[in-house]
Structure formats: structure tokens, C-alpha cells
């Protein structure tokens, strides 16, 4: 596919975090190319998030944007797949890329994507390099693709960016900055909602590879990523138990046979041995509320 050929759509998902999505938009407004649509989704902020994001909007109508306000907090998976609905139905788009509301794209971003897409027309699910603009992680390499280590139920980022700038095959393309294109959206379908937050990029990407999607990275393409904004007005005993509830569920839902029954009990005896030790510590309620959600997760009817 020629990069004149692509055009990209993108989302973005709000909840509280009104400065963070800001900072995102304009960052998508400085692009050289910009992309040729995007999507907020307010996922139930009660914050003033709604009625800033809208004035902001309808002064930058050069951004082509629009906003989606839900009336209730409907989780990663569930705002970005009414995002993705209403840029799938704008037929001139190819790609739908998933977008944190606490990342920025670097000026030259689409083009660069444009590139890579040049370089590998095939590809269904890309990722791209990603550093950590956080205070405390100065600049370091957060994302330079990724695996799934199958018997810790983990997707696992890389942190070497290849200086060739060849696109590579991944197994793990995480959803800071995912790019899927129409024709595997059309394959894979939406983000799996069982998850409210965390791991629904890992089965997005191994629900792709199963069904022989090309998974990929690109090193050239750059996103600024401020680790812990979208969930920064949690609680961290909350933010601990739907990781490990959606660890849990991820296990059971794309594991088989050995290694399935090997991450599981190594999600019981690791939760149960660190809730110990951080009750011990004097940290009884984020230990429990981790423990909590494995159990949560393996034991839920969620499918």
C-alpha cells in the first residue's frame, strides 16, 4: 500500500484525565501529516472533561474531530470499540489507531507510519516505539516490541530499538499506540470487553496471530508515553486488582493444556506468597486486592 493510500483514523478514550487528552490532541494537531480523523470517547468522566474537550474541539476544527460522551465508564476495551465503530464506518479510512489519552505522537509520526506501511502493506496489528515521558522514567525506552511469556500470562515489552528501521514480526503489540488496519479489524473484530482494563491488547494480539494476521513493529514511528495517566486518579489497591483479575482472565481464556495449568498455578502461589509479604511489610490491602482479583479472574464467569 503506498502511504498516499493511507488514511488513518484515530482514538482516543478520556476519563478524568482532561489535560492529558489535551496535551494528546495537540500533539495530533502538529503532526506533519495529521490524520485524517479522530474520535474521543468520554468514558464517564465526571470531571469537567466533556464540555473542555468539546470547546477545544470546536476550536480546532482543523483536526477533524469529534467527541463521544457514554454515560457511564465503559472500561479500555469498551471506549475504544465505539471509537472504532464510528471511524470504521467512515469508509475512506484504512487504519484505526488506538491511542492513550497520556501519549503524544512526534511531529513527522504519520508520515513515519506512512513508511512502514510502505514497508510491510500486510501488516494487520502494528506497534511502534515508545518511550517513558514520565517523571520518573527520563526518556527510557518503554516499548521496542513485545512478546507473550506464556507461562507468567504476560505480554512483555522489548526495550532495544532496532537502528535499521526494518519492520519486524512481534507477538505483542500493546494498546499505548496500536494500529490496526480495516481488513484485520474486519477478521478480528472488536476488543475483547471482559476486560475492563489491561490485557485486552495481549488477546487482541494473539487472537491475531492465531488467525494469521501479520503482527508487527515499526522502530521509526515515535509516541511520547506520561506511564500512569490513565489511571493516575485510581486508587493503587484498585489499579492492582484489575491487572491481576485481567491476568487471570487472560489465562484462562488463551492458554492450553500444560501451559495453561502451569500459569495458573504460578498466578496463585506468586499472588499468595507477595500478599504475604506485603502483609508482613504493612501493606495488607493493595497485597489482598491483587490477590483478590486473581482469584476474581480465574473464578469469574466471564468468558
Known amino acids: 500500500m503506498s502511504g498516499a493510500a493511507v488514511r488513518i483514523g484515530v482514538a482516543v478514550i478520556n476519563w478524568n484525565g482532561l489535560a492529558d487528552t489535551i496535551t494528546c490532541l495537540e500533539s495530533l494537531r502538529a503532526a506533519t501529516p495529521r490524520p485524517e480523523r479522530s474520535v474521543v470517547v468520554d468514558n464517564g468522566s465526571t470531571d469537567d472533561s466533556p464540555r473542555a474537550t468539546q470547546a477545544w474541539i470546536q476550536q480546532h476544527t482543523d483536526l477533524h ?5 457514554l454515560p457511564s465508564n465503559r472500561g479500555f476495551a469498551g471506549g475504544n470499540n465505539v471509537a472504532l ?5 467512515d469508509e475512506e479510512l484504512t487504519h484505526f489507531l488506538l491511542l492513550n489519552n497520556d501519549a503524544t505522537v512526534a511531529p513527522s509520526f504519520f508520515a513515519d507510519l506512512r513508511k512502514a506501511l510502505e514497508q510491510a502493506p500486510e501488516a494487520g496489528v502494528l506497534g511502534v516505539t515508545i518511550y517513558d515521558s514520565s517523571p520518573r522514567g527520563k526518556g527510557r525506552v518503554w516499548y521496542a516490541g513485545g512478546f507473550v511469556e506464556r507461562w507468567r500470562a504476560l505480554g512483555r515489552h522489548r526495550y532495544d530499538v532496532p537502528h535499521d528501521g526494518k519492520v519486524v514480526p512481534v507477538e505483542f503489540v500493546t ?64 489499579v492492582e486488582r484489575r491487572f491481576s483479575h485481567s491476568r487471570a482472565l487472560f489465562a484462562r481464556r488463551n492458554l492450553r493444556g500444560a501451559t495453561r495449568v502451569a500459569a495458573i498455578a504460578y498466578l496463585l502461589a506468586t499472588g499468595f506468597g507477595r500478599a504475604v509479604l506485603r502483609t508482613i511489610r504493612g501493606r495488607p490491602v493493595r497485597a489482598w486486592a491483587a490477590f483478590r482479583g486473581t482469584l476474581d479472574g480465574l473464578l469469574s464467569v466471564q468468558r
Open 65 to 69: 474531530c469529534e467527541l463521544i460522551v
Open 85 to 89: 465503530a464510528r471511524l470504521a464506518a
Open 175 to 238: 494498546g499505548c499506540a496500536m494500529l490496526i488496519s480495516r481488513a484485520a479489524f474486519a477478521r478480528l473484530g472488536p476488543l475483547p470487553e471482559c476486560y475492563f482494563i489491561y490485557f485486552e491488547d495481549a488477546e487482541y494480539s494473539v487472537r491475531a496471530l492465531a488467525a494469521g494476521v501479520p503482527v508487527l513493529y515499526a522502530p521509526t514511528p515515535v509516541v511520547q508515553h506520561a506511564i500512569g495517566g490513565t489511571v493516575r486518579v485510581a486508587t493503587a489497591a484498585r
